[in-house]
Nanobody
Framework: QLQASGGGLVQAGGSLRLSCVAS????????VGWFRRAAGKEREFVAF????????SYADSVMNRFTISRDNAKNTVYLQMDSLKPEDTAVYYC???????????????WGQGTQVTVSS
């Protein structure tokens, strides 16, 4: 099970930190991805992090603004979001998979999503 939290309403230029807490499986053996879905749009890749944290990847749209990290001792992955823009408004989901991938269809476990709204 994955539990995402930390969303909210923030002004453009502000910051939020999302958390994804895992339970019921060996978290350290899974890569984790963050995805988002804006209203009326397809789900899109945001970032992923490998099992150890050594490998990370970001969508071009969030590069240099978002940072993904993990604490395996706490079964938690974080998404630090800085310099937020109105176009970042979406429901954000975390997901776990045996290997880090950009394709959301390969992920086996999903959290329930947390709403991020950025006002202009």
């Amino acid at each position: 099970q994955l539990q995402a939290s930390g969303g909210g309403l923030v002004q453009a230029g502000g910051s939020l930190r999302l958390s994804c807490v895992a339970s019921g499986f060996t978290f350290s053996t899974y890569a984790v991805g963050w995805f988002r879905r804006a209203a009326g749009k397809e789900r899109e890749f945001v970032a992923f992090i490998s099992r150890s944290g050594a490998a990370r990847s970001y969508a071009d749209s969030v590069m240099n603004r978002f940072t993904i990290s993990r604490d395996n001792a706490k079964n938690t992955v974080y998404l630090q979001m800085d310099s937020l823009k109105p176009e970042d408004t979406a429901v954000y989901y975390c997901a776990a998979n045996s290997s880090p991938r950009r394709d959301p269809n390969v992920y086996a476990y999903w959290g329930q999503g947390t709403q991020v709204t950025v006002s202009s």
